[in-house]
């Protein structure tokens, strides 16, 4: 899924803010909330009152103005593999990711269907969906196509005097009128123009007894005697049925089911086990499986159903519980091991390390609702802050609910330290995404104008760790997550 079309822009305010704390991890307090300012103004990020905006123009194209702040106007406009489009509070979608089609139509799944069109994007018989429309050689029926008899690709042959046919898959010919085979072998066709009497009549579309009819008294329309051969119908794994001079399936024995739906019968073995669920099982044993899911890879989570994103802070591949280790080829989501500190102006490593892990770096409005929810809260936890939920400066305080600030940092206090990732259990969303506040900043796909969430080693958590906090990039604990 592509991000928003434009990139959020950086707020003055912002931007002030993330220099002041860079060079002293200090905040100046002039208001602490909106009920400290006058009139208009609000508590900016920055901690000032002021005015952010006084209309949508005044914001990033995908934000809105609400009582004079710009806030983020299509939380959670995302669609499965498409580019998602937000103007200043209208959620649409684009167009699908390549390999990526709508065939239903339907922008609440998004794109669902994988498929890149072939052969020009028309329908040939290739066992291909040439035109992605989820069928596959619709076009063409195997068992009476000529050009296709049983399998693509076979041709069935025309002797002398003769059209070629295709009955239930197996290849015949008729003679033309006024010719007959009335040596009944098919080397040389239709050999003869006049009707040789060859014995009883028998069901071969051959006047055998030359009485001017062809097959006279004989069913065609049984599973016992069907089609213009009168074979006998035999699908594996079912009943069968006659339908139209073809043999189908009527019903699949139990245990079967019929995913493609000819004389090939009841194809897949499969018993119901309930709803579909993430596993690569057709669990209801319709032909499909995850169908309507959106399933994430081991170390991700879905958020609101939406999009993927991993679970702990990105790591190296060998980091373990005491060192961060050295492979920088891909991010890795894992428990317990020191979370990957690309440091100041580490955006591109991250966005490479997504890359290569094949994902990539989350867009602001998936990092900001997987921190805030649904509900949009403060901190992922809930509204109000706790300073030993997550790892922040105040949760190894002596009293931290007293706070503890930033001259305990400076008289040498060592517990500030990032911890390894999973390490506070209740620093965690309803998605069951860890440490998105706290421990280290994390690195947004907006090119690198942002870090999000707070880090271990800065004052203020209080203000810092919050979801709607945005700060400018250079922070020496800057970390990251990724998204698919």
């Given at each position: 899924m592509r991000g928003p079309l434009l990139r959020a822009r950086a707020h003055p305010p912002v931007v002030a803010?993330?220099?002041?704390?860079?060079?002293?991890?200090?905040?100046?307090?002039?208001?602490?909330?909106?009920e400290d300012c006058q009139g208009r103004e609000v508590c900016l990020p920055s901690g000032l009152c002021g005015i952010e905006c006084r209309?949508?123009?005044?914001?990033?194209?995908?934000?809105?103005?609400?009582?004079?702040?710009?806030?983020?106007?299509?939380?959670?406009?995302?669609f499965p593999h498409a580019e998602d489009i937000c103007i200043h509070g209208d959620c649409s979608m684009g167009e699908c990711d390549d390999g990526w089609t709508d065939p239903n139509g339907e922008p609440g799944d998004g794109c669902e269907y994988a498929c890149t069109p072939s052969a020009g994007g028309v329908e040939i018989c290739d066992y291909a969906d040439n035109d992605c429309d989820t069928l596959v050689d619709e076009d063409f029926d195997v068992r009476t196509d000529p050009a296709n008899c049983g399998e693509c690709g076979r041709i069935c042959p025309e002797p002398d005097h003769s059209t070629a046919t295709c009955d239930n898959s197996i290849c015949r010919y008729v003679c033309d009128d006024g010719w007959w085979d009335s040596n009944l072998l098919a080397d040389?066709?239709?050999?003869?123009?006049?009707?040789?009497?060859?014995?009883?009549?028998?069901?071969?579309?051959?006047?055998?007894?030359?009485?001017?009819?062809?097959?006279?008294?004989?069913?065609?329309?049984?599973?016992?005697?069907?089609?213009?051969?009168?074979?006998?119908?035999?699908?594996?794994?079912?009943?069968?049925?006659?339908?139209?001079?073809?043999?189908?399936?009527?019903?699949?024995?139990?245990?079967?089911?019929d995913c493609v739906g000819t004389e090939i019968g009841c194809e897949r073995a499969c018993t119901p086990s309930g709803p579909e669920v993430c596993d690569?099982?057709?669990?209801?044993?319709?032909?499909?499986?995850?169908?309507?899911?959106?399933?994430?890879?081991?170390?991700?989570?879905?958020?609101?159903?939406?999009?993927c994103m991993d679970v702990w802070e990105a790591s190296r591949a060998d980091a373990t519980e005491d060192s961060p280790g050295t492979d920088g080829t891909l991010a890795v989501s894992q428990p317990d091991v020191l979370p990957w500190n690309t440091g100041s102006g580490g955006w591109h490593l991250a966005e490479a390390a997504c890359l290569n892990a094949g994902k990539r770096l989350c867009t602001p409005d998936e990092w900001y609702l997987a921190c805030a929810?649904?509900?949009?809260?403060?901190?992922?936890?809930?509204?109000?802050?706790d300073p030993v939920i997550c790892n922040g400066i105040d949760a190894h305080c002596d009293d931290p609910y007293a706070g503890c600030g930033l001259e305990d940092h400076y008289a040498g206090n060592t517990h500030f330290i990032v911890e390894p990732t999973g390490s506070f259990e209740d620093c965690v969303n309803d998605w069951g995404i860890m440490d998105i506040n706290g421990n280290l900043w994390e690195w947004v796909g907006d090119d690198?104008?942002?870090?999000?969430?707070?880090?271990?080693?800065?004052?203020?958590?209080?203000?810092?760790?919050?979801?709607d906090f945005v700060s400018g990039p250079t922070r020496p604990a800057a970390g990251f997550r990724c998204c698919l």
């Open positions: 803010v993330a220099i002041v704390l860079a060079a002293g991890c200090g905040v100046d307090r002039k208001c602490r909330s909106d209309g949508d123009d005044d914001c990033a194209i995908t934000e809105t103005c609400r009582e004079s702040r710009c806030i983020a106007a299509c939380l959670g406009c995302s040389d066709g239709c050999e003869s123009d006049v009707c040789i009497p060859s014995g009883d009549e028998v069901c071969d579309m051959i006047d055998n007894d030359c009485d001017g009819d062809v097959d006279e008294g004989f069913e065609k329309d049984t599973p016992e005697s069907c089609g213009d051969y009168c074979i006998e119908c035999n699908v594996p794994n079912a009943t069968p049925a006659c339908v139209a001079g073809q043999c189908e399936v009527d019903t699949c024995d139990e245990g079967w089911i690569g099982v057709d669990n209801d044993c319709d032909c499909l499986a995850d169908e309507g899911l959106l399933c994430c890879p081991e170390g991700m989570v879905t958020v609101a159903d939406m999009f929810g649904a509900a949009g809260l403060a901190y992922c936890y809930g509204d109000d802050y690198g104008a942002s870090i999000r969430g707070g880090a271990y080693n800065c004052g203020n958590s209080e203000l810092l760790h919050r979801c």
